[in-house]
């Protein structure tokens, strides 16, 4: 063994952690040694994969909650590899006429010039949460709900004290709270934002949260917190029926792949934008990416591979219920796609990025690996901060805003339908490096997602970097105007090379650049890393 091992390898503010029986990796401390708390208490990798979604449900409430959807991706003790759908329609009234009518109706102006709102009771798609946090207890892991749920409920109920990220995402989110139960119950005195290290007590939440313990998923789709859900849509003039609520179901549905650097890379199929992580790395792989000899030409490929797998994800990606989709994901097609890519940068492709409210959104996103094998990466989102702005009555339940991504022109291939579900940002990863080695991974974000997804593999993969190293790692985003945002920390020399490439290269701040988790199983061994550019830990034992 080398005495002298090359130390730069390892220039992270942070080493990557070990661990034999469980790790679990989010964007916030509370919420990840809930987790734990679940893997100590006899459960597995899918109990505490719900007991750390439900306490960021608390203590990263502008980010997610029960009023959103939830997905996972996940490799099982016994070796199967799966996917779970937890993501509302829009309502069935919600034709494209009586949308648009709804609209004007709320906003003025003329039904055909009607675009659909990013916030408000017609954004508001069905809640998938509930259903997903029960179907995922129930059917992998071992404890019961309301065990999962313990730690989420002390929190809400007890009150947490407010770590920095999430107080500064909370205070720029503050006006988007839209209704007096919104302002009343997430507001200090219904008036502000709390500070950081401030103590935030959530009793109406908590209330909820005990509801689920004690009853299950059944009263948010057809009891009385469904009743009250309804209510405050139709009152704030949305679309949505009980009927709606009482339809819904998760879905189990196979994952999507593919390989990359010898590595079998799994994403969810649409609905989801998976698909465009998957080809924009074939396209990568077909340009020759893990050939490249400098971070420049490494950047501008994989920026190049993005493009186009953007161009035709927006194209392409919708509910395959209502249009079919083409295999984005196979290496054919973005071999075909690959001729494109030159050394100069394509000029302003048309990626069908513009205008969407998905650049920016807000998300939560956890990683667990277990001790026998269990791994799963979890995600869960009110898609932007807050969501639509609405909490239901007196529930704590904020709804989501995942109709903001349909679209109100009949040829867009997003245009809102009865029962459709929206065009998802939300995308887990999962990842077999080898027969005994997988690990469950993700970059929380918007459109920031695939892209996070190419850059950590490329980190991984290409580049050999440790679990920590790869995340902590300098980003880039392509974004909807065509620039190439990097971050501060990225190397100048190399902006500068990225602009002689043509490539409108700008400075932004670290929380434009996503939140990447990972939990990874090692035939026993278990690591982790987590997102610096957030509140978050990974917590091992």
């Known amino acids: 063994m080398d005495s002298q091992p090359n130390l730069d390898r390892f220039a992270s503010r942070r080493s990557t952690a070990y661990g034999t029986r469980g790790v679990v990796a989010t964007s916030q401390p509370l919420a990840a040694e809930a987790g734990i708390d679940a893997l100590r208490a006899g459960g597995n990798a899918f109990d505490a994969a719900v007991a750390t979604a439900a306490t960021l449900n608390v203590v990263e409430p502008m980010s ?25 329609g829009a309502p069935e009234a919600a034709t494209l006429e009586r949308t648009r009518e709804a609209v004007t109706e709320q906003e003025g102006g003329n039904p055909a010039d009607a675009e659909m709102p990013e916030r408000g009771p017609l954004a508001v798609t069905v809640p998938g949460a509930p259903r997903g946090w029960e179907a995922t207890v129930e059917r992998f892991g071992r404890l019961s709900l309301a065990d999962a749920l313990e730690d989420a409920i002390h929190h809400a109920t007890e009150g947490f004290p407010v770590s920095e990220v999430i107080a500064s995402a909370w205070a720029l989110c503050e006006p988007e709270l ?22 935030m007590r959530l009793p109406e939440f908590g209330e ?59 994403e969810l ?16 792989d077909a340009v020759g990416v893990p050939e490249a000899e400098s971070s420049v030409e490494r ?27 083409p295999p984005l994901q196979s290496k054919r097609w973005a071999e075909e796609r690959a001729g494109a890519v030159d050394e100069a940068a394509i000029e302003s492709p048309d990626v069908g990025m513009l205008d969407s409210p998905a650049e ?7 990683t667990v690996a277990d001790g026998e094998g269990n791994v799963v990466s979890f995600i869960n989102s009110l898609f932007m901060g807050f969501g639509s702005g609405l909490v239901a009555d007196d529930t704590g339940l904020t709804l989501q805003n995942r109709g903001a991504s349909f679209s109100l022109d009949a040829d867009h291939p997003n245009r809102i339908e009865p029962g459709k579900r929206p065009f998802h940002t939300l995308i ?34 290409d580049r050999e970097m440790p679990l920590q190293a790869a995340l902590d790692e300098p980003r880039w985003r392509y974004r909807e105007d065509g620039t190439l945002a990097v971050e501060a920390r990225f190397d100048g020399d190399a902006q500068s ?45």
């Open 428 to 461: 887990p990863g999962l990842a077999r490096f080898g027969e005994d080695d997988w690990a469950a991974f993700g970059v929380m974000g918007g459109y920031m997602q695939p892209q996070g997804h190419v850059q950590v593999l490329s980190n991984l993969l």
């Open 497 to 541: 090379k990225l602009v002689r490439r043509g490539h409108d290269v700008r400075v932004d701040v670290p929380l434009q650049f996503g939140g990447a988790q990972i939990a990874r199983w090692n035939d026993g061994v278990l690591s982790g890393a987590t997102e610096p550019r957030k509140d978050g830990t990974v917590d091992v034992y």
């Open 178 to 199: 839209r209704n007096d139960a919104a302002r009343e119950q997430y507001l200090v005195d219904g008036e502000r934002a709390p500070e950081v290290g401030e103590r």
């Open 64 to 88: 997610t909650g029960l009023g959103g959807d939830a997905f996972a991706l996940y490799r099982t003790a016994e070796g199967d590899v799966g996917a779970m759908r937890a993501c509302g």
């Open 360 to 366: 920016d959104a807000d998300t939560v996103l956890l």
């Open 269 to 284: 199929p649409p609905n989801n934008q998976g698909l465009i992580a998957l080809e924009a790395l074939n396209i990568a």
């Open 299 to 325: 950047t501008h490929l994989l920026a190049e591979s993005m493009k186009l797998a953007f161009t035709d994800g927006h194209r392409y990606i919708t509910d395959p219920d209502y249009e079919e989709i």
């Open 208 to 266: 909820t949260l005990e509801t689920l313990a004690a009853e299950g998923a059944d009263p948010f789709y057809e009891g009385e917190i469904a009743e009250q859900i309804v209510e405050t849509v139709q009152d704030a003039g949305g679309l949505l029926e009980r009927s709606d609520l009482e339809a819904f179901e998760v879905e189990f549905p196979d994952p999507v792949s593919t390989t990359y650097g010898g590595t079998s890379v799994y």
